[in-house]
């Protein structure tokens, strides 16, 4: 059984900074994409950043410039750095692990936690 647990999140003040961590409990064959994403309420949720296996990132527009997303591949963690936060940041983040369960498997599998609440305050 794979989980993804997630830490970091909190309240902030507009242009203060938080880090996202989220790590794989589990086992997974191979993770070829890690990403975070984020639901304010009445929306759905939208991607923020991925970053691929060999480290090719994308980002939202909304966060450019602002968040940095990076890898752990021997640790199957991924931190998303946020600064300059402003108060439409604010939203529940999640951690979004694409990649093969086993050796065997011939499908991407997705995995998300539980989320974490980022609020950042005027």
């Known amino acids: 059984q794979v989980q993804l647990v997630e830490s970091g999140g909190g309240l902030v003040q507009a242009g203060g900074s938080l880090r996202l961590s989220c790590a794989a409990s589990?086992?997974?064959?191979?993770?070829?994409?890690m990403g975070w994403y984020r639901q304010a309420p009445g929306k759905q949720r939208e991607l923020v950043a991925t970053i691929t296996r060999s480290g090719i990132t994308n980002y939202a527009d909304s966060v450019k410039g602002r968040f940095t997303i990076s890898r752990d591949n021997a640790r199957n963690t991924v931190y998303l750095q946020m600064n300059s936060l402003k108060p439409e940041d604010t939203a529940v983040y999640y951690c979004?692990?694409?990649?093969?369960?086993?050796?065997?498997?011939?499908?991407?599998?997705?995995?998300w936690g539980q989320g974490t609440q980022v609020t950042v305050s005027s």
């Open positions: 979004n692990f694409r990649g093969l369960r086993s050796a065997w498997s011939v499908q991407e599998s997705d995995y």
């Open positions: 589990g086992s997974i064959f191979r993770i070829n994409r």
